[in-house]
């Protein structure tokens, strides 16, 4: 029956790959060779397991009990346990390990988010966004070769990464300057967070009475069950 069972898989999984359909094809293809392996080997050693395997585990089990509550050694076991435990966060803590999930890398782009006080009229404020240009511009200059745009928008559309779409819109006394780098093959092994680095210090708090901030592309990480969902598809679109 298992074997009829199996061929019928392998024929279906056969069809469906003529039908260029290969997700249904593996997944046919797959139940055929566990029903295969079942028949030659995974039966028998689920009866071993039962039979031989569980039966040894148990006797050891009860043994390590037996052990485990005799006399003293309870004591023992509990003193230890506590110990170890004090001694592995002392370890842990002591060594003070440095651990980067996500590790950062080079920006592809750089925003420079600025903001003029409340009321503050579009046309001053892109005056203002001319002159915070031509000081990007200025500490560009040693990076040109990699830098591939600057886009200056100012009033409507200037929306930092940090404002989400609550402020698609945008108002007069915001601006925003893009600076879009080239692809990391073509730097030419130069650092694009170095250059992030000089623009913060170049323009962050030097201006009085106007928030400026110079932010970088961000990685958004989706959520676990979309992200094992899109990896799915990705997998099947790949077949």
Same mark, same amino acid.
């Given at each position: /029956? ?6 019928? #898989? #392998?024929?279906?999984? #056969? ?11 593996? =997944? ?56 170890? =435990?004090?001694?592995? #966060? ?85 601006? +925003? ?25 170049? /323009? ?14 961000? /990685? ?13 598809? /990705?997998? +099947?679109?790949?077949?």
């Amino acid at each position: /029956m298992t074997l009829i069972l199996a061929g019928l #898989l #392998l024929f279906v999984a #056969l069809i469906f790959y003529i039908l260029k359909i290969n997700w249904v094809g593996t =997944l046919a293809l797959l139940l055929a060779v566990i029903g295969l392996m079942n028949l030659l080997f995974l039966s028998k050693l689920s009866m071993w397991f039962q039979k031989v395997g569980l039966v040894w585990l148990e006797n050891v089990y009860i043994k390590f009990i037996k052990f485990a509550l005799r006399g003293r050694t309870p004591i023992f076991l509990l003193v230890g346990s506590v110990v170890l =435990l004090v001694l592995t #966060l002392e370890f842990y803590f002591g060594s003070n390990p440095k651990v980067e999930f996500f590790p950062s890398t080079d920006p592809e782009l750089i925003n420079v988010v600025a903001e003029l006080p409340i009321g503050t009229d579009l046309e001053i404020s892109d005056s203002v966004f001319r002159v915070f240009e031509e000081k990007v511009f200025e500490v560009l200059e040693p990076d040109m070769d990699m830098v591939e745009s600057v886009l200056t928008i100012t009033g409507k559309g200037a929306v930092g990464q940090e404002e989400g779409f609550s402020g698609r819109g945008g108002s007069p006394n915001k601006g +925003l300057i893009t600076i879009n780098f080239v692809d990391y093959k073509d730097r030419n092994g130069m650092s694009t967070i170095k250059t992030l680095e000089r623009l913060s210090d170049a /323009m962050v708090d030097l201006y009085p009475g106007i928030t400026l901030s110079v932010e970088n592309k961000k /990685m958004v990480l989706l959520p676990g069950s979309l992200l094992i969902l899109k990896l799915l598809v /990705m997998i +099947l679109m790949n077949y």
